[in-house]
Antibody, heavy 121, light 108 residues
Framework: QVHLVESGGGVVQPGRPLRLSCAAS????????MHWVRQAPGKGLEWVAA????????YYGDSVKGRFTISRDNSRNTLYLQMNSLRPEDTAIYYC??????????????WGHGTMVIVSS | SSELTQDPAVSVALGQTVRITCQGD??????ASWYQQKPRQAPVVVIY???KRPAGISDRFSGSSSGNTASLTITGAQAEDEADYFC???????????FGTGTKVTVL
């Protein structure tokens, strides 16, 4: 069964870093692109970042570019999101999601349950 | 970047049909996908590449597109279809994704 399990969320002060992880199982992780999507409390979905199956291509949403870094370890079937210079507006549930293809596919077909990040002093 | 606009809320009587629309310039170049999200749950894709339905998704859900507008139709709506629905597509650059503003569907 295909599973994505996020971890690493919590409460962090503004300006501090945090790293999220997403453990994948049940599919050939190194054959699919991956994404991070977030959802602020009571708000809609916001695409955050994407990485190709081989990690050679990475793209970021405008609101996080230059502060967040997406990466993956295919030997560990794990996706990461390094978040630096966090701001209160980064407070959200962070979901990892599997791409239908190796990169820039037409949909995110598997989602994790999400991990909550709260940026507050 | 591009924007995708949806009506905030729609309601449908049990067993009737409802259409949700998503408008944006990027839809002239890229197909939309649609995600259903129930309270305190992760989103689930119900339609992708304009009109393809993933395995396990009810055939009550169908998709279409014309010009700058994508549509999700729920035919014979059931109580379990009550949820938030978000469209998604690549933006005009082709390298980013954008979600629609979301539509809350209430089944009466």
């Amino acid at each position: 069964q295909v599973h994505l399990v996020e971890s690493g969320g919590g409460v962090v002060q503004p300006g501090r870093p945090l790293r999220l992880s997403c453990a994948a199982s049940g599919f050939d992780f190194n054959n699919f692109g991956m994404h991070w999507v977030r959802q602020a409390p009571g708000k809609g979905l916001e695409w955050v970042a994407a990485i190709s199956n081989d990690a050679h291509n990475k793209y970021y949403g405008d609101s996080v570019k230059g502060r967040f870094t997406i990466s993956r370890d295919n030997s560990r079937n794990t996706l990461y999101l390094q978040m630096n210079s966090l701001r209160p507006e980064d407070t959200a549930i962070y979901y990892c999601a599997k791409d239908l293809l190796r990169f820039l596919g037409p949909a995110f077909d598997v989602w994790g349950h999400g991990t909550m990040v709260i940026v507050s002093s | 970047s591009s924007e995708l606009t949806q009506d905030p809320a729609v309601s449908v009587a049990l067993g009737q049909t409802v259409r949700i629309t998503c408008q944006g310039d990027s839809l002239r170049s890229f197909y939309a996908s649609w995600y259903q999200q129930k309270p305190r749950q992760a989103p689930v894709v119900v339609i992708y590449a304009k009109d393809k339905r993933p395995a396990g998704i009810s055939d009550r859900f169908s998709g279409s597109s014309s010009g700058n507008t994508a549509s999700l139709t729920i035919t014979g709506a059931q109580a379990e279809d009550e949820a938030d629905y978000f469209c998604n597509s690549r933006d005009s650059s082709g390298y980013h994704y954008v979600f629609g503003t979301g539509t809350k569907v209430t089944v009466l």
